[in-house]
């Protein structure tokens, strides 16, 4: 059996910046939630693809909670960097950050947790190596992973049984 060599975690971190234009906003002249959105999931994908060595698809976006609002004309900063690692899947936790770039101000509008699977050509699930934690931040932040994975596979399950006792039978 090939056994697959830990990556550790810096290797995955990555960070994207775009301004904020008219076209992200809406007519309050704060950014769309779902322009964010669409750049966490963008970023954390990178990221998890740089530990897997593999494409990913997105499998589950944690509650996604908005402190502040980001405005037109900001700079949104996203960091992202794999925090916890199963058999075939990934978390990516993703910081977002928004600066005016006339001051440098800098403010934290929202963390989130992304999960991913890595996938071969066909679409089918393969395993991704293990995650290699470099820091007690990066230990105690797997741990707390390993808490949300257990809880969202425990919601599939109630959300499988549901979905079959609603399925008709044939």
């Known amino acids: 059996m090939n056994e697959l060599q830990p990556k550790p975690v810096s290797a995955s971190r990555t960070t994207f910046a775009q301004l904020m234009q008219p076209q992200h906003a809406n007519t309050l002249g704060t950014v769309h939630g779902g322009?964010?959105?669409r750049l966490v999931d963008e970023v954390g994908a990178i990221a998890c693809v740089r530990?897997?060595?593999?494409?990913v698809v997105t499998v589950a976006i944690d509650q996604m909670m908005f402190q502040r609002p980001i405005r037109i004309g900001h700079l949104v900063i996203?960091?992202?960097?794999?925090?916890?690692?199963?058999?075939?899947?990934?978390?990516?936790?993703?910081?977002v950050v928004a600066e005016n770039p006339l001051t440098g101000e800098?403010?934290?509008?929202?963390t989130a947790y992304v999960v991913y699977v890595a996938?071969?050509?066909q679409g089918r699930p393969v395993p991704v190596p293990p995650l290699q934690l470099e820091t007690e931040a990066q230990?105690?932040?797997?741990?707390?992973?390993?808490?949300?994975?257990?809880f969202r596979l425990q919601q599939r399950e109630q959300a499988r049984r549901a979905f079959a006792e609603q399925e008709p039978e044939a």
């Open 78 to 95: 996203l960091t992202a960097e794999v925090s916890y690692v199963g058999r075939t899947s990934m978390e990516a936790e993703v910081r």
């Open 119 to 121: 996938v071969d050509e």
């Open 139 to 150: 230990r105690l932040r797997f741990e707390q992973a390993k808490a949300r994975q257990a």
């Open 35 to 37: 322009v964010i959105m």
């Open 51 to 55: 530990h897997a060595g593999h494409r």
């Open 106 to 110: 800098q403010v934290h509008t929202n």
